[in-house]
């Protein structure tokens, strides 16, 4: 299925673009012609349509080859949108350009000289609409396992951990990523999460071979570039694609930035996307979410707390010491949604916890009040959490604020997390919530720490509703 994909998707492509070309330059000359926008047509120039035909041939053919040298019908390149609008507005200004230049040596002086503007403008509006639409139908065949390459990462340091998190943040990029080998013995034998460890890089072959590997990437420090040259050339022998991930002076990739200037790549460091006037705009956005939100749920608010007071004894709130930025201990407020004295219960209730890592849950806890049940469901135990949002302790949008008991037992590489201020909700939450393994859910939040952006926190609010609507994977 996934070979179907990629063997009619890039056909179609260019069927669908051939066919947007003649439909916009049919519209640009009912524009020009009978609509006559800017400027009247002479009756003595007032030509058919088909004398444009040989232009318009010209013109789809010119077209479709300069979109071709831009990598538009390459399924496995993945671009920014931007990027690939660019390479439209690149590939259609080319060909209109060489159109006209031919225009003017042919010498047919009845070709009128704003169809060609109009025209151009009318590609590339939908030539672009069509690649947004292309990008939404790719991304539901990849969630649904089509048109998906299986990867192997070569290392497991900070470089293959940061491909692994960009990769599980980001399905709709079509990879999937069967596992990893390092030669640190602990590493090659410990898994990540799903991410399963494959044992040394010397078998990197049998692998390939028993995991149907399409994709290989090697994401080994700098040093060791004689191996990665042997790697490389071992896959390709073996018909797999081989990617090298730079680790240029033991730098995160997210504080890598890329530019290249005719094909030359130039790497340098960028700057951290939570930081400065980042920061500044991230608390605006808080407050301007927070304030109003609170004044609009403030009758829910009174309503759950007098369904609480009724339902069990106890207070209203649940207060609870929780780590913040970079470690600093704070007062976390909820719902309370057990009954008093359910904390000193924890330990008897081990044995049935039903998360990864160092945190516990469990789907059905007899320590949940009446209304304790439907307030976990619903999320409605977490809106409390916007008095610390006010008060500056969390975010918005950011990791879940974890114990000390569970910071005690992270990793090295898991206390990254601790540099983002926490959330009422974040991309973890938005991707499977409470049926994500731990290290799923750190690899997620590093990842957004680490390419944050205000577009990034409106989706995930957004996102966050029917999350909450339809409660999956929150208890």
Known sequence: MKRDVRQWMPWVSIAIDALLINVAFLIAYWVRYDLQWLRLVDPANNVPYTAYLP???????????????EGAYDLRRTRPFFDEFYGI?????????????????????????LIFIYGGILILIMLTTARLVRRMILARLRQSGQGIDRVLIIGAGEVGRAVMRNIIAQPELGYQVIGFLDDDPTKSSTDIGPIRALGPIENVLQVIQEQHIDQIMITLPWQYHRKTVRLVLEAEEAGVRARVVPDLFQLSLGGIDVEAISGIPLIGIKQTALTGFNLILKRTFDLLFTVPFVVLTSPLWALIAAAIKLDSPG???FRQERAGKNGKPFQVYKFRSMYVGAEAEQAALLAQNEASGPIFKIRDDPRRTRVGRFIRRTSIDELPQFINVLRGDMSVVG???????EVAEYQEWQRKR??????VTGLWQVSGRSDLSFDEMVMLDIYYGENWSLGS???IVLRTVPQVLFGDGAY
């Open 89 to 113: 507005l690149n590939a259609t200004t080319t060909a209109i350009l060489l159109l006209v230049v031919f225009v003017f040596f042919y010498r047919r002086l009845f070709y009128s000289r």
């Open 457 to 459: 926190d409106i989706r």
């Open 418 to 423: 601790l540099e983002i201020q926490p959330g």
């Open 315 to 317: 207070p209203v709130f």
């Open 399 to 405: 990791p879940r604020p974890p114990l000390f008991s």
């Open 55 to 69: 232009m318009v041939f010209l013109l789809t053919l010119i077209l479709l080859l300069a979109m071709r040298r």
